[in-house]
């Protein structure tokens, strides 16, 4: 065996590994014996049919698998031993080359080692707190919001488009094949030209006109383009809001329009906290980051960003979209999003290990409360029964994410509460 090592940086260690032709005979011994048991070969218990009759029946790719796993397991360890090297989490392995018949095994492994953290101090960290005021504009945009989805349609048929109507129109380009594409639009807030266009038309007329299409435009093939286009308005309806006073109030089970505005000012205000807080957390924890360093093997991030980006493209194969395509609309190329997960997921992984150190140090732990607030959080933002998601959760082996969720908040509030001491302190002795 030789083994070629280099030291990416002070937690994990890369080591390019040549097997000897020994492992690697070994490793496919132990493969075919694995399989043996897997199959059922007529005549012969499971486990005991001869390795000729077992070599015809496995497929080539499944054999090679089982015997690089062997291989790797058995040949990672003692190149670990030898390396004296003491690993913090799962070595990372890339298999470069196997060849059963050469008998030869190359590859490479990232072996994590333990995190290396020298904290700064964590008191009276800086950040800037935007105010909180909270104004009528935004009570009253929020209670019209709120008219708006307890408003009434009533389809229209003696008049033309008005401003504020709701058209279900259709738009289809010269040339193009099909039908259309149908939109559902406010009349007066789509784009100038085809407002004007749909203003005093009725239900059922066409119009054709050249449409230049907004480069925002919700079609992506439209976007920015010139077309000549035939305009069906399908349908239109006026949208009626309820009066805003006592009984729409009382109709929301509030006592009338003062307590109305009074609640909705209070809900603006704590999503205000929130927001606010948050914008707090990415300040303290950057502050904190550059007065510490911080060193994590590369395995930990790489690990967090892989698995996003997994998810990621699951998520684009639901919506028949490729990550290339994915990328494209965010005007990245693939190279460029990967890169900037993994400059994510290590910042991440960083803030993390910051934050339990610091649970640590400080000799905290979390009570049951804690934990059944965490939950309840948890449950509000997936829309789910806590029960059920307490289920999924262990499903899914994700019980660990509740915890360090409930830590986070405890360790952040904690360095808020410092933080805000210290600021108060610096005030009062100017």
């Known amino acids: 065996m030789q083994i070629t090592r280099e030291d990416l940086n002070p937690c994990t260690v890369s080591l390019d590994v040549v097997c000897d032709a020994e492992a690697v005979s070994a490793g496919f011994e132990k493969a075919f014996k694995t399989l043996a048991k897997q199959m059922r070969v007529p005549g012969f218990r499971p486990g005991h049919a001869p390795k000729a009759v077992v070599e015809k029946m496995v497929e080539r790719e499944h054999l090679y698998d089982a015997a690089a796993d062997a291989i790797v397991r058995s040949v990672v360890k003692k190149a670990i031993e030898q390396e004296k090297l003491e690993p913090f989490d799962r070595p990372s392995v890339d298999l470069k080359k196997l060849d059963r018949d050469a008998g030869e095994c190359e590859f490479s492994v990232k072996v994590p080692l333990a995190p290396k953290v020298e904290l700064g101090d964590y008191h009276g960290l800086k950040a800037e707190v935007p105010n909180l005021q909270v104004t009528d504009e935004e009570v009253k945009h929020q209670i019209d919001e709120l008219r708006r989805r307890y408003s009434t349609r009533e389809a229209i048929t003696g008049r033309g488009v008005e401003e504020g109507d709701v058209a279900v129109v259709n738009i289809k380009p010269e040339g193009q094949e099909g039908d ?35 480069d925002n435009f919700q079609e992506k093939d439209w976007q920015g383009q010139t077309y000549p286009c035939r305009v069906t308005l399908r349908s239109v309806s006026s949208v009626t809001l309820p009066n805003l006073d006592d009984e729409f109030a009382k109709e929301l089970n509030l006592e009338g329009v003062k307590d109305l505005e009074n609640r909705m000012r209070e ?91 610091i649970f640590a140090r400080e000799k905290m732990s979390l009570s049951n409360t804690e934990l059944n607030d965490e939950l309840g959080t948890m449950a509000r933002e997936f829309e789910m029964p806590p029960d059920q998601l307490v289920e999924a959760l262990k499903k899914n082996n994700a019980l660990d994410e509740l915890h360090f969720r409930a830590l986070f908040r405890k360790v952040t509030l904690f360095l808020d509460e410092h933080a805000k001491k210290q600021e108060v302190a610096a005030g009062s002795a100017t």
């Open 180 to 214: 259309g594409r149908n939109f559902m639009t406010i009349a007066g807030q789509t784009f100038p030209a085809l407002d004007a266009a749909l203003m005093g038309m009725k239900a059922e007329e066409m119009k054709q006109l050249e449409l230049t299409f907004p």
């Open 267 to 357: 809900q603006i205000g704590n999503a205000k906290r929130a927001m606010i807080q948050d914008y707090v957390n990415e300040q303290l924890l950057e502050d904190l980051a550059s007065r510490s360093t911080i060193h994590v093997p590369d395995t930990m991030w790489e690990g967090v960003a892989n698995q996003r980006l997994r998810e990621l493209a699951q998520e684009q194969q639901k919506k028949g979209k490729t990550l290339e395509q994915y990328a494209a609309e965010n005007n990245m190329t693939v190279e460029q999003m990967v890169e900037a997960w993994k400059t994510e997921a290590k910042t991440q992984v960083i803030r993390a290990i910051m934050v339990r150190e």
